[in-house]
């Protein structure tokens, strides 16, 4: 069997257990498909494992967006210089 898909998401308030994280795995076979149902420690503990790897992620693009900024500043007070020299 191969894993197909894996889902987590926030469940809708009309459903059992509203507003609560959920999950699933899909699992692909020779025999069929099969899906099971996370238990919230399972979800829990996904969340633990990716939390490093999206803090990381999540400063990375800080940093860029703040370089990307200043890259635009510092573009404006050029374009202003040479208005001014000219």
């Known amino acids: 069997m191969k ?26 076979g020779d025999n069929g498909k099969m899906e099971v149902k996370l238990s919230m420690g399972t979800v829990a503990r996904i969340f633990e494992v990716i939390k490093e790897d999206a803090a990381f992620l999540a400063k990375d693009n800080a940093g860029k967006t703040e370089a ?3 890259n635009a500043k510092h573009e404006v007070l050029l374009d ?7």
Do not use: F
């Open 3 to 28: 894993v197909e898909v894996l889902h987590i998401e926030r469940r809708a308030s009309y459903e059992d257990y509203p507003n609560q994280l959920a999950g699933t795995v899909q699992l692909k």
């Open 68 to 70: 990307a900024i200043d």
């Open 80 to 86: 202003m210089k040479e208005i001014e020299d000219a």
